[in-house]
């Protein structure tokens, strides 16, 4: 049953990735860019913590951290270069 | 017993990728820009939340070790999603709207991410004292 589960999760997951590619090619303003490689992140972690549960190892939750981490960081970098223009003043 | 947690991890991942699906789905479906900001910080912030979830108590139950580092990337996930969509509506409010578009800033005369650097050196100057001889 659990098989079934993941291969569930993880064939909507690669869906929902795939959607925030075809977004971030025919988005309209770049505030949808952003946002749509946040969500690219954000999946890319359940996908990372999907394999690590299959797999049946630890290993793959420190990188799904630091994916996390640097979800969060280049996301605001960016927003941040669009609102001031530069990142650190 | 097992049966049990079998069935609860394979609850938690078939919503967990149903909220994911819905999440991004939302993205290239929903009109307005400020609509598309809703579906992928909420549902998709609770797909991960369904992943991590099972993920725990797939460890916890067959794989007979506890393990607490999705508890750190959930609540990390859930305390940086709220600063990420309120930066993407600062860019929104930055590029497509005017000051004269947007609604009343209460006892502001304009939102500050309108600010230009003259509005930043006036307010500057309102607030510190004049100088005392």
């Known amino acids: 049953m659990i098989e079934s589960a993941a291969t569930f999760a993880f064939a909507c997951f690669a869906l929902a990735m795939l959607m925030n590619l075809w977004k971030v090619v025919t988005a309209p303003d770049v505030a949808d860019r952003i946002l749509a490689l946040d969500t690219m992140f954000i999946n890319a972690i359940a996908l990372m913590v999907l394999y690590g549960m299959a797999l049946g190892t630890e290993i793959f939750f420190e990188a799904a951290m630091i994916i996390a981490m640097l979800g969060f960081v280049s996301t605001v970098a960016y927003a941040r270069f669009i609102l001031r223009g530069n990142i650190i003043e | 017993m097992e049966t049990l947690f079998e069935f609860l991890v394979a609850a938690f991942l078939v919503t967990a990728g149903i909220f994911g699906i819905v999440g991004s789905f939302g993205l290239i479906k929903l009109n307005d820009q400020m609509s598309r900001l809703h579906a992928p910080t909420k549902a998709t912030t609770l797909g991960v939340g369904g992943v991590l979830l099972a993920s725990m108590l797939h460890a916890a139950a067959f794989e007979k070790y506890f ?15 709220p600063i990420t969509a309120n930066f993407i509506a600062k860019v929104h409010i930055h590029r497509q709207e005017t000051r004269d578009t947007m609604p009343e800033a209460g006892g502001d005369d304009h939102w500050a991410t309108h600010d230009t650097p003259e509005d930043e050196e006036r307010r500057s100057a309102e607030q510190t004292p004049p100088a005392e001889d």
């Not at chain 2, 508890?71 to 859930?78: A, G, Q, R, S």
């Open chain 2, 67 to 81: 393990s607490y580092h999705e508890l750190m990337i959930t609540l990390f996930l859930f305390l940086t999603a």
